[in-house]
Nanobody, 121 residues
């Protein structure tokens, strides 16, 4: 089975930077679109950024110009570089990936367990 594990979340001061990592493991043939989502207490989960298998990216307006999503297809890892962090970026960040487990398998979406990012003085 496929597992996604996020890491890198921690307490950081406003204006600081963090890099989140999401490592996919298990039976993986290829990863299609991957992305990062976040959810603050009492709010709906929202899309932060996505990256296609070819490297095309999309960002939420709230993080555009500050965050950078990238991927390493050899390592099956997706990254989220977060710069100029603001208190409103505080949330649990979740990794999401569309994964083929074999050449002829269906494309399924997988989620990681989440990693807490807290931006505060």
């Amino acid at each position: 089975q496929v597992q996604l594990v996020e890491s890198g979340g921690e307490l950081v001061q406003p204006g600081g930077s963090l890099r989140l990592s999401c490592v996919a493991s298990g039976s993986i043939f290829s990863i299609n679109v991957a992305g990062w989502y976040r959810q603050a207490p009492g709010k709906e989960r929202e899309l932060v950024a996505t990256i296609s298998s070819g490297g095309s990216t999309n960002y939420a307006d709230s993080v555009k110009g500050r965050f950078i999503i990238s991927r390493d297809n050899v390592k099956n890892t997706v990254y989220l570089q977060m710069n100029s962090l603001k208190p409103e970026d505080t949330a649990v960040y979740y990794c999401n990936a569309e994964i083929f487990t074999s050449e002829l398998s269906v494309l399924l979406t997988h989620w990681g367990q989440g990693t807490q990012v807290t931006v505060s003085s």
